[in-house]
T-cell receptor
Framework: DAGITQSPRHKVTETGTPVTLRCHQT?????MYWYRQDPGHGLRLIHY???????DKGEVSDGYSVSRSKTEDFLLTLESATSSQTSVYFC????????????FGDGTRLSIL | GENVEQHPSTLSVQEGDSAVIKCTYSDSASNYFPWYKQELGKRPQLIID?????GEKKDQRIAVTLNKTAKHFSLHITETQPEDSAVYFCAASIAGSARQLTFGSGTQLTVLP
């Protein structure tokens, strides 16, 4: 399995609170991604990073921000969580080069009450 | 942006029979098509992928076919086994170093013993 660790694995919080999810990789891969998974929607890209301090928006970026200060860590922040952000969040990584596949972490189940 | 449609949403087959899952994509610039298998509560795992310069790819009991003209691709699983039961996702992306995958909504495959 790809060396990807997501933390926390589960979190319950209240509407309006800030939440930060962490993705840590030991593969030294350049590219990192955050997806959310909801029933009937598959996986949808939130943000991605193509290097330290280099990030860009995905399909569903509203309400989320990211940071990448080190190659191995990619943080996803919900500044003020809403119930619509209740979901399972997956981090993925991929290496440099043509057609490198994306490999996923184990996910974080986030519930916002 | 890219749109990927996946059918059927659920599929039940008898053990030993074949299963076929179909996806269509909208952006003719897409050139990379991976398939992921996700067991309940687990991470999505890459099972096979295909590039647009190839029409078919096989890996043991799994094969993927691509029709660029019609903009659709399919996953074929032969001699199905109970352990093939899972949700399968197709995805598509356009050439580039940071591949922004667009996923289909998933197919729940159940293999009946």
């Amino acid at each position: 399995d790809a060396g990807i660790t997501q933390s926390p694995r589960h979190k319950v919080t209240e509407t309006g609170t800030p939440v930060t999810l962490r993705c840590h990789q030991t593969e030294n891969h350049r590219y990192m991604y955050w997806y959310r998974q909801d029933p009937g929607h598959g996986l949808r890209l939130i943000h991605y990073s193509y290097g330290v301090k280099d990030t860009d928006k995905g399909e569903v970026s509203d309400g989320y921000s990211v940071s990448r200060s080190k190659t191995e860590d990619f943080l996803l922040t919900l500044e003020s969580a809403t119930s619509s952000q209740t979901s399972v969040y997956f981090c993925a990584i991929s290496g440099t080069g043509v057609d490198q596949p994306q490999h996923f972490g184990d996910g974080t189940r986030l519930s916002i009450l | 942006g890219e749109n990927v449609e996946q059918h059927p949403s659920t599929l039940s087959v008898q053990e030993g029979d074949s299963a076929v899952i179909k996806c269509t994509y909208s952006d003719s610039a897409s050139n990379y098509f991976p398939w992921y298998k996700q067991e309940l509560g687990k991470r999505p795992q890459l099972i096979i992928d295909i590039r647009s310069n190839v029409g078919e790819k096989k890996d043991q009991r799994i094969a993927v076919t691509l029709n660029k003209t019609a903009k659709h691709f399919s996953l074929h699983i032969t001699e199905t086994q109970p352990e093939d039961s899972a949700v399968y996702f197709c995805a598509a992306s356009i050439a580039g170093s940071a591949r922004q995958l667009t996923f289909g909504s998933g197919t729940q495959l159940t293999v009946l013993p």
